[in-house]
Protein backbone atom coordinates (compact mmCIF):
# COMPACT_ATOMS: atom_id res chain seq x y z
CA UNK A 1 0.00 0.00 0.00
CA UNK A 2 0.90 3.18 -1.18
CA UNK A 3 2.69 5.67 1.84
CA UNK A 4 1.45 9.67 2.62
CA UNK A 5 2.80 11.61 -0.44
CA UNK A 6 3.03 14.89 -0.16
CA UNK A 7 4.20 17.21 -3.08
CA UNK A 8 6.29 19.65 -3.96
CA UNK A 9 8.91 18.33 -1.65
CA UNK A 10 10.68 21.55 -1.53
CA UNK A 11 9.10 25.21 -2.10
CA UNK A 12 10.92 28.57 -2.32
CA UNK A 13 8.67 31.87 -1.84
CA UNK A 14 9.15 35.32 -0.85
CA UNK A 15 7.76 37.42 1.40
CA UNK A 16 4.28 38.37 0.80
CA UNK A 17 3.14 35.35 -1.31
CA UNK A 18 0.73 32.63 -0.87
CA UNK A 19 1.54 28.89 -1.48
CA UNK A 20 -0.33 25.43 -1.80
CA UNK A 21 0.80 22.05 -0.11
CA UNK A 22 -0.75 18.89 -1.11
CA UNK A 23 -1.32 15.43 0.25
CA UNK A 24 -2.56 12.31 -0.39
CA UNK A 25 -3.08 10.15 1.91
CA UNK A 26 -2.90 6.59 2.52
CA UNK A 27 -5.72 4.88 0.41
CA UNK A 28 -8.83 3.93 2.76
CA UNK A 29 -7.50 6.77 5.38
CA UNK A 30 -9.83 9.53 6.04
CA UNK A 31 -8.03 11.61 8.51
CA UNK A 32 -5.77 14.24 6.85
CA UNK A 33 -3.44 16.58 9.83
CA UNK A 34 -0.86 19.00 9.35
CA UNK A 35 2.46 19.68 11.59
CA UNK A 36 4.51 22.63 11.29
CA UNK A 37 8.18 21.92 12.37
CA UNK A 38 10.88 24.40 12.87
CA UNK A 39 13.67 24.44 14.75
CA UNK A 40 12.95 26.52 17.43
CA UNK A 41 9.04 25.57 17.97
CA UNK A 42 9.67 22.09 17.08
CA UNK A 43 6.53 19.59 15.83
CA UNK A 44 3.33 22.06 15.66
CA UNK A 45 -0.18 21.14 15.23
CA UNK A 46 -2.25 23.27 12.62
CA UNK A 47 -5.45 21.51 11.87
CA UNK A 48 -7.17 18.28 11.31
CA UNK A 49 -9.94 17.26 8.40
CA UNK A 50 -11.90 13.98 8.19
CA UNK A 51 -14.74 13.75 5.43
CA UNK A 52 -14.06 16.88 4.31
CA UNK A 53 -14.70 18.72 7.54
CA UNK A 54 -11.93 20.83 9.43
CA UNK A 55 -12.03 18.97 13.07
CA UNK A 56 -9.62 20.12 15.16
CA UNK A 57 -7.10 23.05 14.89
CA UNK A 58 -4.24 24.42 16.30
CA UNK A 59 -2.88 27.98 17.27
CA UNK A 60 -1.76 29.26 14.20
CA UNK A 61 -3.15 32.69 12.56
CA UNK A 62 -5.69 32.59 9.74
CA UNK A 63 -3.07 33.26 7.01
CA UNK A 64 -3.01 29.31 7.53
CA UNK A 65 -6.21 27.28 5.77
CA UNK A 66 -6.78 24.06 4.81
CA UNK A 67 -9.89 22.12 3.31
CA UNK A 68 -10.06 18.07 2.22
CA UNK A 69 -11.67 17.13 -0.85
CA UNK A 70 -14.06 13.96 -1.36
CA UNK A 71 -11.20 11.45 -2.16
CA UNK A 72 -9.52 12.59 1.33
CA UNK A 73 -7.12 14.68 -0.47
CA UNK A 74 -5.98 17.77 1.31
CA UNK A 75 -4.23 20.68 0.79
CA UNK A 76 -2.79 23.81 3.13
CA UNK A 77 -2.70 26.95 1.97
CA UNK A 78 -0.56 29.89 3.33
CA UNK A 79 -1.11 33.47 2.44
CA UNK A 80 0.89 36.79 3.05
CA UNK A 81 4.32 34.39 3.85
CA UNK A 82 6.37 35.65 6.47
CA UNK A 83 10.05 34.76 6.78
CA UNK A 84 9.29 32.48 9.95
CA UNK A 85 6.87 30.78 8.26
CA UNK A 86 10.25 28.87 6.67
CA UNK A 87 9.56 25.45 8.03
CA UNK A 88 9.29 21.76 7.03
CA UNK A 89 4.94 20.95 6.72
CA UNK A 90 4.09 17.43 7.84
CA UNK A 91 0.77 15.53 6.46
CA UNK A 92 -0.26 12.83 8.53
CA UNK A 93 -3.35 10.50 7.64
CA UNK A 94 -4.87 8.12 9.50
CA UNK A 95 -8.35 5.67 9.73
CA UNK A 96 -10.26 8.47 11.84
CA UNK A 97 -13.37 6.67 11.58
CA UNK A 98 -13.84 6.69 15.70
CA UNK A 99 -13.60 9.60 18.34
CA UNK A 100 -10.43 8.42 19.21
CA UNK A 101 -6.57 8.84 18.66
CA UNK A 102 -5.58 6.77 15.51
CA UNK A 103 -1.96 6.14 14.60
CA UNK A 104 -1.21 8.70 12.31
CA UNK A 105 1.34 7.47 9.49
CA UNK A 106 3.25 11.02 8.15
CA UNK A 107 4.39 11.85 4.83
CA UNK A 108 8.26 12.96 3.56
CA UNK A 109 6.63 16.28 4.41
CA UNK A 110 7.51 19.55 1.89
CA UNK A 111 10.18 21.69 2.72
CA UNK A 112 9.23 25.57 2.78
CA UNK A 113 11.46 28.27 2.42
CA UNK A 114 10.39 31.91 2.39
CA UNK A 115 12.88 34.96 1.40
CA UNK B 1 3.12 24.16 29.90
CA UNK B 2 4.66 21.42 28.09
CA UNK B 3 2.53 18.54 27.31
CA UNK B 4 5.51 16.22 26.28
CA UNK B 5 9.16 16.52 28.24
CA UNK B 6 12.04 15.28 26.31
CA UNK B 7 14.49 16.50 28.49
CA UNK B 8 17.30 14.93 26.74
CA UNK B 9 18.24 16.64 23.56
CA UNK B 10 20.93 14.79 22.01
CA UNK B 11 22.88 11.49 23.00
CA UNK B 12 25.90 10.09 21.81
CA UNK B 13 26.31 6.59 22.17
CA UNK B 14 28.88 3.18 20.55
CA UNK B 15 27.21 0.99 18.12
CA UNK B 16 26.23 -2.07 20.98
CA UNK B 17 25.34 0.03 23.91
CA UNK B 18 22.33 -0.02 25.44
CA UNK B 19 20.73 3.71 25.53
CA UNK B 20 16.91 4.86 26.66
CA UNK B 21 15.11 7.90 25.51
CA UNK B 22 13.19 9.78 28.09
CA UNK B 23 9.40 10.87 27.93
CA UNK B 24 7.33 12.50 30.48
CA UNK B 25 3.76 14.34 29.59
CA UNK B 26 1.20 15.90 31.09
CA UNK B 27 -2.57 15.74 31.31
CA UNK B 28 -5.20 15.47 33.07
CA UNK B 29 -7.39 13.34 30.60
CA UNK B 30 -8.11 9.40 31.50
CA UNK B 31 -8.04 8.29 28.35
CA UNK B 32 -5.00 9.04 26.57
CA UNK B 33 -2.63 7.71 23.85
CA UNK B 34 1.36 7.71 24.00
CA UNK B 35 3.71 7.36 20.79
CA UNK B 36 7.21 7.48 19.77
CA UNK B 37 7.97 8.35 16.30
CA UNK B 38 11.09 8.10 14.40
CA UNK B 39 12.71 11.22 12.22
CA UNK B 40 15.67 10.28 10.06
CA UNK B 41 17.71 12.61 7.95
CA UNK B 42 15.12 12.29 5.52
CA UNK B 43 12.47 14.35 7.43
CA UNK B 44 10.15 11.51 7.17
CA UNK B 45 8.49 10.41 10.35
CA UNK B 46 8.53 6.71 11.03
CA UNK B 47 5.80 5.27 13.40
CA UNK B 48 7.09 3.23 16.54
CA UNK B 49 4.23 2.29 18.87
CA UNK B 50 1.14 3.49 19.67
CA UNK B 51 -0.24 2.50 23.65
CA UNK B 52 -3.43 3.99 25.68
CA UNK B 53 -3.85 4.79 29.26
CA UNK B 54 -5.09 1.72 30.09
CA UNK B 55 -2.84 -0.48 29.50
CA UNK B 56 0.48 -0.40 31.36
CA UNK B 57 1.98 -3.46 29.86
CA UNK B 58 5.95 -3.00 28.71
CA UNK B 59 6.45 -3.89 25.16
CA UNK B 60 9.22 -5.54 23.58
CA UNK B 61 9.96 -5.01 19.49
CA UNK B 62 13.24 -6.80 18.77
CA UNK B 63 15.93 -4.52 20.21
CA UNK B 64 12.71 -1.79 21.34
CA UNK B 65 11.55 -1.69 24.31
CA UNK B 66 8.92 0.59 25.84
CA UNK B 67 8.20 1.70 29.96
CA UNK B 68 5.46 2.89 30.53
CA UNK B 69 4.26 4.12 34.10
CA UNK B 70 1.39 5.93 34.86
CA UNK B 71 2.53 6.76 38.46
CA UNK B 72 5.30 9.12 37.09
CA UNK B 73 3.76 9.76 33.61
CA UNK B 74 6.23 8.83 31.92
CA UNK B 75 7.24 6.55 28.45
CA UNK B 76 10.63 5.50 27.87
CA UNK B 77 11.97 4.32 25.20
CA UNK B 78 14.87 1.44 25.36
CA UNK B 79 17.06 0.24 22.37
CA UNK B 80 19.32 -2.59 23.32
CA UNK B 81 22.74 -2.99 21.16
CA UNK B 82 22.27 0.24 19.06
CA UNK B 83 22.92 0.22 15.59
CA UNK B 84 24.24 3.15 13.44
CA UNK B 85 20.90 2.90 11.44
CA UNK B 86 19.06 3.74 14.74
CA UNK B 87 20.74 7.31 14.16
CA UNK B 88 17.73 9.96 14.49
CA UNK B 89 15.24 12.20 16.31
CA UNK B 90 13.03 10.49 18.62
CA UNK B 91 9.58 11.81 18.94
CA UNK B 92 7.70 11.26 21.88
CA UNK B 93 3.81 12.20 21.37
CA UNK B 94 0.51 12.26 23.07
CA UNK B 95 -3.09 12.64 21.95
CA UNK B 96 -5.88 13.28 24.82
CA UNK B 97 -8.92 11.63 22.67
CA UNK B 98 -9.39 14.39 20.69
CA UNK B 99 -9.31 13.66 16.92
CA UNK B 100 -5.82 13.11 16.44
CA UNK B 101 -4.47 16.09 17.76
CA UNK B 102 -1.08 15.38 18.87
CA UNK B 103 1.43 17.00 21.01
CA UNK B 104 4.89 16.04 20.15
CA UNK B 105 8.07 16.73 22.55
CA UNK B 106 11.25 18.69 21.79
CA UNK B 107 13.06 15.10 20.14
CA UNK B 108 15.76 13.78 21.56
CA UNK B 109 18.18 13.47 18.85
CA UNK B 110 20.37 10.14 18.99
CA UNK B 111 23.75 9.79 16.98
CA UNK B 112 25.21 6.21 17.34
CA UNK B 113 28.63 5.85 16.16
CA UNK B 114 30.66 2.92 14.90
Known amino acids: KAGVTQTPRYLIKTRGQQVTLSCSPISGHRSVSWYQQTPGQGLQFLFEYFSETQRNKGNFPGRFSGRQFSNSRSEMNVSTLELGDSALYLC??????????????FGPGTRLTVL | AQKVTQAQTEISVVEKEDVTLDCVYETRDTTYYLFWYKQPPSGELVFLIR??????QNEISGRYSWNFQKSTSSFNFTITASQVVDSAVYFC???????????FGSGTKLNVKP
Open chain 2, 51 to 56: RNSFDE
Open chain 1, 92 to 105: ASSLGAGAISDTQY
Open chain 2, 93 to 103: ALSEDNFNKFY
